[in-house]
Every structure is written in C-alpha cells, then in structure tokens.
C-alpha cells in the first residue's frame, strides 16, 4: 500500500506453524501473537470468544481485522461469529459479576473503531466489497511473506501463489493500480470530507 495504516492495528489469525508465521511477521515488520488454538479445528466457543475479547482489551486497537464470508476452510468461517463477540465484549465492563468469565475480571473495556475484514484467497473471489488499498508498492514484501510458506503451497502444486497474484491484478485492475487488496467492512464507512478518495477509472 502507498502509506502504513495509523495507530495499532491487531490481525488475529488462527494458529499454525509458529516459527513460519514468525518468519513471516519480521518480514512484514509487525508484531504477532499465535494463540494455542488447533489449526483446522477451531470452534466457537465461550472460551475463544473471551480469549480475544482479553486480547483486544490489552491491546487497545483502532481497528481489528478478521476473515468473513468463509465456505471452505472451517477456520477461517468460524473467525467472524468469534471476532464480532469478542469486539462486542470488549465494550463491556463488570465481568467479575458473571460466571465463567474471571479471565476478564481484570481488564478495562476497550470499544475499537472499525471491524474490516480482507478478502482470503483460500476463498471464492468477491464480486463487491467496501473498499480497496493499492498495495502495489509494498507487493514485493508481500510475496516475501507467502513464500515463508512454501511447504503449505508445494502441497498444492504450488498454484495458489500464482492465483493470488491473479486476484490481486486483478482488484488493481479496477481501481487503476497494479495490485490492491479489497476489503469489507462490519459498518458502513463514514467520511468527514468526500475528497479524500482517489479517483478510479470509470468513475
């Protein structure tokens, strides 16, 4: 993208292999936290749910960004019910007076701005979405990062790294660029002065 994201940002990500993600995370110059969670059997649970309610009330984001409209990996479907909780969690206060929840009996309520989710390109393409952030100039880093798992796409005759790229090409394509990544978002999107959008090709 042409320019970083202001203020804390929080990606919360199911668990896999730590040391990749890791990798990953200095490549990208972001901090990461892998949460215990089994990879492929996650679940909506209270738990979960208080797991990253605990997380967003320690971290204090602006915005929180998680995967939606999932229909084939079960994680990443099972990430929107959890995230959306747990951002609603958060705003609350007094859980020392509800069982079960000690886990928060000690944080703060912590009400972030915005809930976006990016597209997953595990996942069938979109045909609209909220918005979209030209990332061709930071594309390179990008690619740097998903080669760190390169063990997940030689499994797949490695043709996921090119279908990525196609996607993104091809949200680029729509809004004058080289790359971009789309995005939806939880509300809908408020602006103090229309002119900060830039302009894209059919209007």
């Not at 320690?58 to 959890?82: K, S, Y």
């Not at 990008?142 to 043709?159: H, M, V």
């Not at 900060?196 to 209007?203: D, E, K, L, Q, T």
């Amino acid at each position: 993208m042409k320019s970083r994201i202001p203020g804390p940002e929080m990606l919360l990500v199911p668990a896999r292999a730590a040391s990749v993600a890791m990798r990953a995370a200095e490549i990208l110059q972001v901090d990461r936290i892998i949460l215990g969670l089994q990879d492929r059997l996650i679940q909506d649970t209270v738990e979960t749910r208080f797991q990253l309610t605990r997380l967003i009330c320690e971290h204090r984001p602006r915005w929180v960004f998680g995967t939606a409209e999932a229909c084939i990996h079960p994680d990443h479907a099972i990430m929107e019910p959890l995230l959306t909780a747990a951002v609603f969690f958060a705003r609350l206060k007094n859980w020392d007076r509800v069982p079960g929840a000690q886990v928060l009996a000690d944080v703060e309520p912590w009400e972030i701005e915005r809930l976006f989710f990016p597209h997953c390109k595990m996942e069938p393409a979109w045909g609209k979405f909220d918005f979209a952030v030209d990332v061709s100039e930071t594309y390179e880093i990008k690619q740097q990062a998903l080669a760190q798992y390169r063990s997940i796409f030689e499994e797949q005759g490695d043709r996921l790294l090119a279908l990525y790229e196609a996607e993104d090409l091809h949200m680029g394509r729509l809004i004058g660029g080289q790359y971009a990544e789309v995005f939806k978002s939880r509300a809908p999107l408020v602006v103090e002065d229309p002119t900060v959008f830039s302009p894209a090709p059919h209007g």
